[in-house]
């Protein structure tokens, strides 16, 4: 099973206290610890519908096998026998191999993917070691998550049985500040935060209308 640990939150807002107000025509200061939490609060909303992350944040994901999940872009060959661009191959492990490269890829769960910072893994004598950067090649798209890729000729090392056998940490974010976020996700994030102020109660309806055509060129593709 994998397992995901936020290791550094994002620095900041998307959102100043100031533009929030100036949006919701507020001029008093009662409402600012509300206004600060609904900030949160919209930016949350807009990450999920948009599948993404705005501001950098580190993650640490933890796999069990080179087979765990998170890992795809192709479909299990788990003992199977595949055609790709490099000729027929018998694969070890299943579900992670690309049909086309018939390399193996680690695919990250949050998008835009900024950064790997480490590949890890405990090896059969339950020591440590980090695979060399120079060992895989990192993928990023704008319209699905991006993924590890490890080069031609490398051979994915035995593992001891542990939970967190493997040990990636990556960032996913547009950049380290609200200055590197689209101006299109400031919008709609302004427009979640509009409703949640006017409407404190439960309500059934969905997004803003107009929020979510904003965000729909920055929703990235799942799997």
């Not at 507020?26 to 909303?45: E, N």
């Not at 994901?61 to 299990?76: H, I, M, Q, R, T």
């Not at 593992?159 to 500040?177: K, M, N, Q, T, W």
């Amino acid at each position: 099973m994998a397992r995901l640990e936020l290791t550094t939150a994002a620095a900041a807002e998307i959102l100043t206290l100031a533009a929030a107000k100036l949006h919701l025509r507020v001029t008093h200061d009662a409402d600012d610890s509300l206004i600060t939490r609904l900030i949160s609060a919209a930016t949350q909303v807009a990450q999920n519908y948009a599948c993404s992350k705005f501001i950098n944040e580190t993650y640490t994901l933890y796999l069990e096998d080179w087979g765990d999940v998170y890992v795809s872009n192709s479909y299990n060959l788990q003992g199977g026998y595949y055609d790709t661009l490099k000729g027929p191959n018998s694969f070890k492990y299943g579900g992670f191999y690309s049909k086309y490269t018939g390399l193996p890829q680690i695919v990250l769960p949050y998008a835009p993917l900024s950064s790997v910072n480490s590949v890890k893994y405990y090896d059969s004598a339950n020591a440590q070691q980090t695979i060399t950067s120079t060992d895989y090649n990192v993928l990023k798209f704008i319209n699905q998550k991006g993924f590890i890729e490890f080069v031609d000729g490398y051979s994915l090392p035995g593992l001891y049985p542990r939970a967190d056998a493997i040990e990636i940490e990556f960032v996913a974010g547009y950049g380290s500040a609200a200055s590197n976020v689209p101006d299109a996700i400031l919008q709609a994030t302004l427009l979640i935060l509009g409703q949640m102020y006017e409407k404190r109660e439960d309500s059934v309806s969905r997004l803003p209308k107009a929020s979510e055509y904003i965000l729909d060129p920055y929703r990235i593709k799942t799997y």
